[in-house]
Structures are given as C-alpha cells and as structure tokens.
C-alpha cells in the first residue's frame, strides 16, 4: 500500500514537473510577444491605463468631508472591536451573532467554508467591514463636481472588490482546499490558463468567461428557422419561417443593438424571443448588423437608420404587402427606433410604423447610470484617437466597460474559476453570447457618445438631422410599449422612464424584474422575476409611477403580445422566404453577418 502511494506521488511530481517546463516556455515566448505590443502601444500614443492614472489625478484633486468621514471612521472601529469580541466568544466556543452579512445578492461568500465561525468567518467580516468604510470615506469627498464623485466611487468600488479575500489563495478557504487536495495543482493549471488566455490576447490578459469550442450557430445557438433575404453594408436582414397555419396581416421588425449580435433573442428554443414571436403568428424579420471592421470607420449614426431599418421597411413592405409594420428596438437598437419614428413623422411617412416596441432603451441621456463613469470630455477624445486610427471601437474593449459593470459577476468569479481553482471555462450559452464581441465604426461610436451621452441633444427637437431631415423625438405619437428592467445597469430604467415621458402619443410602460438580459429574455414557462404595469402613462416621476404601480407575476411576454395585437391586423395566409422573386433567399439563418466572430473579422 505505501509502495502504491509512493508510485501516485512520483507520477504526480513527474507530472507537475512536465507542467512547469511549460510554463516556463511559454512564459518566455509571452514576455517577449507583449514587450513588442507594449512598445507599439507606446508608440502611437494609446495608454490603456488612461482610465486608471484619470482616477488618480481625480483623487489628488479632491479633498474629504471630516464630519462624514470621521463618523464612518468611529462606526468602523466600534464595528471592528465588536468583531474581535465575537472572535473571542467564537474561540472559547460561546456561539455569537455576526457583525456583518454580505449583501443578499453578494454571490462571493455563498460556500458554507466562510461560515464556519472562526478564522475565515473573521476574515469575511473583516472585509465587509473594511469595504464599508472604505465606500463610506468615499462618499465623503467634497470639492469635487457630480462626474468626478460618481468616477470617484466607481473606481474605489473596483478597487474593494479586487481586494476581496475571494480573489486570493490563503484567503479563500475553497481555493485553499482545492490546493491542499490537488497538491497545488490546480495553481499550476491555472497559471497555464493565464498563458493561455495572455496568448490569445496577445499580451493583454483577456479571460475567457465560456467554453467557445461547446457553440456553434445553427448548430446549438440561433436555431429558429429563417433566412436571409436582403443584404447591404451594414445589414443582413433575416425573414423568418412561418409556424402558424395564419398569420398576422401586419409583419413585424427586430432592430437588436449593434454592439451585439442579434442571437440574444434566439440562444436556444426554450428561451428564443423569436421563436416565441413566430409561433404567435407575427411574420418576424430581423436585422442582423455587420461586424464592421475599417472599410467602414465614415459609417455613421444616420447611415445605421438609412440603411438599417428604413432599408428593412421598404423591403418588408415589397414582400408582405402589407404598408405598415410593427417595431420591436432592443438597448441601442431601440434608440435608433426612436431616431426612425421621429424621421418617418418629419418626412411624413410615419403610418409606415403601427406601433413601436422599446425594450431596455434610453432616449434621454440626462442619467446614464454607471456608463456615464466612464464618459466625459478626455476619455472621449482619448477613445476617438485610438478608434481615428483603427477605424473602429474594439469590441473587447466595450466589452470591458460592461464587465467593469459587474465586475464580481463578469470579471473576478471567473478569475477565482479559471485561474485559482485551475477549473476550465464553463458551456453557458448567454455567456457564449456575451463574449461574442463586436466592433463599432469609428464615427458611429464617436456621435454616439458626444450627441447623446455627452450633450444629450438627441430628446431636444431641432438638435439633430437625420436623413436630412431635422428629427423632434417628442412630436412622436406612435402608440408605444416600453420594456425596462428594475435591476438594468446598462440602460437604468429611471432614465428610460424620462425617456417614455417624452413621447407624444399613448404609452405603455412595463417594468420587469432581473436585469438588462434576463429581464427581457424571460419566456413565460420560466414564471420568473414579474413585472409591474400601470393604467396611467409615463408622466416624468418615476418612483411615484412604481409605487402605484401593479405587480405582476411570470413573464411580460404575454402581456406585450395583448397590447401589440391591437396592431396586428387580420390574419393572412403565411408567407415563405424567398416567395418574392425581387428578394430570393441569399442563404440560411443565422447568415454570415452574426458567424463571424471577432477574430475572424480582424483578418477580413
């Protein structure tokens, strides 16, 4: 017996052996691939730790309320001394209440090991502790205007969530068990997935939050059945197969953000949006957006509507015979949604629109909610200069914003995973999605931000042109359904509800539970999260509309389909892609447009 176990210890030294010359190869291919990438980096200006030097010259310009700050300093030490008291109690084994708990939604301390009464329960409070003080002094600064405190306590909150005792092997008692198992490891296995993941990025770390290899589309993901039936530059538009022995006379249209890709709304049957559409009888297209790369850096704000959604309009109509169309805008789509409603009323055209669907969408950018952290005057002349010369917004680098969102959910529990637990990325279809990055054009990106976050012009009538044509969001009086999410960090449903306050003609507003995915992409068999409706219409004041408001359970789905059949018309036999000879059917859903991944368009 002990002659067996000595053999497992020496094929395990042998083998963590092999594993370590590894490393050390690979290491040393690294170092030198990301000195080349550091030194180009230097050399055409672009500093990525722009955002991190900003938040220290921010912190040597502000100065602290002494009032607030010494009173969060008593409250921590008094804290402090009753956590020790309990310690003690804990160690003469006298049971004794905690301090402090985490958050109700603080994932971070769910293993049953952060409980267990002595050292690391004491190193959890400590933390808690020290974090809420930390956020506490933070709130205290003064002199300093409404950005730099909102920057302010954006970027100490990343700080005390790296801090986290979660985030390190002697503090993580999982961790530690898992390294005391494995004989450590699990340290040398997620050292060769940090190689990895510097490989791919070549350099830069980046990550990875899913399995890619465990997804393809139309083959596990984007499977509703469809096709493509017209493309330009900017757009694939999909046609999607009837289900349904009649179908609604009126069709309907999906502009799903161009900062992702369409598939958000059709994972996989048993959470598809459009396969839920489908199958309610509407004839569903849907714009599919191109991964644009620096052919087309002059594509700008006005061409997304011409040659998107107006485009699609016209084609609809050619097809379905039918002159008016039923509108769903999804986040950033959704915005354009309005820029489109507003020209069809300036040009005189806005019958072609019967009603309009809002999901999770700003129109006012007054509160932009944790984005507009990382928006003002220099970080968007910083981003203009590097997508001035690229042509193009990376979309890694949009997708580190959103992850900075929530950064304990999207960046250190797949540290945790991935690199101190030695784990491999999950199969997680969202999270495919998620990490399915695109790009945006140059001046696309830079009129978005500078029109609508940084001087909010798009609400005010006379402020913009679109289509040469001035736009008056508020003169729009298409009915209107608005869809926000009570937990959104992208698009914060106060503002979207400032938003839906503009519009002239009838509104309803829907708030759903959950967040800016989950919120929306809630089909009714999962009976999840609930929302809350009104009688009354928006009117500006958003907490006396919730409080009043009714609360609902299951899924918004059905209760959208009530509304919206208002417009649909009467049945009609279905209609086939590819039936009409001037728009034959280019190839299948879901079309080469959405299975071009990132790093296949780099090199296209």
Known sequence: MPQKSSEAQAVSSENMAQAMAEVMSRSQQLLSKFMLNQAGALDDGFDPAQLGEQFLKNMAQVSFDHQTLMKAQVEFWQDSIALWQSAALGALGQSDQGVIEPDADDRRFRSDAWNDGAVFDFIKQSYLLASRYVMAAAESVSGADDKKREQFNFYTRQFVDAMAPTNFVLTNPDVLKRTMDSQGENLVRGFQNILTDLERGEGQLKTRMVDTDAFDLGRNLALTPGKVILQNDLIQLIQYEPTTKAVNRTPLLVIPPWINKYYILDLQPKNSFIRWLVAQGHTVFVISWVNPGSELADKGFEDYLLEGPVAALDVIRTITGSAQSNVIGYCLGGTLLAGLLAYLKATGAADQVASATFLTTMIDFGEPGDLGVFIDDDQVASLEKKMNRDGYLDGTDMATTFNMLRANDLIWSFVINNYLMGDEPLAFDLLYWNSDSTRMPAKMHSEYLR????????????????????????????????????????????????????????????????????????????????????????????????????????????????????????????????????FPVLEAAPGAFAAKRLDEAESG
Not at 453 to 466: A, I, W
Not at 508 to 537: C, D, M, Q, W
Not at 547 to 563: I, L, V
Request: net charge positive.
């Open 451 to 582: 029109t609508m976050y940084l001087e909010n012009r798009f609400k005010k009538p006379g402020d913009m042109v679109l289509g040469g044509v001035t736009i008056d969001i508020p003169s729009v009086d298409t009915p209107c359904y608005f869809l926000s999410t009570q937990e959104d960090h992208i698009a914060p449903w106060r503002s979207t509800f400032a938003g839906a306050s503009l519009l002239k003609g009838p509104v309803r507003f829907v708030l759903s539970g959950s967040g800016h995915i989950a919120g929306v992409v809630n089909p009714p068999e999962s009976n999840k999260y609930g929302y809350r409706t009104h009688r009354r219409r928006p009117n500006g004041d958003a907490d006396a509309w919730f409080e009043s408001a009714n609360q609902k359970e299951g899924s918004w789905w059905p209760d959208w389909q009530k509304w919206v059949s208002k417009f649909s018309g009467t049945k009609v036999k279905p209609r086939k892609p590819g039936a009409k000879k001037a």
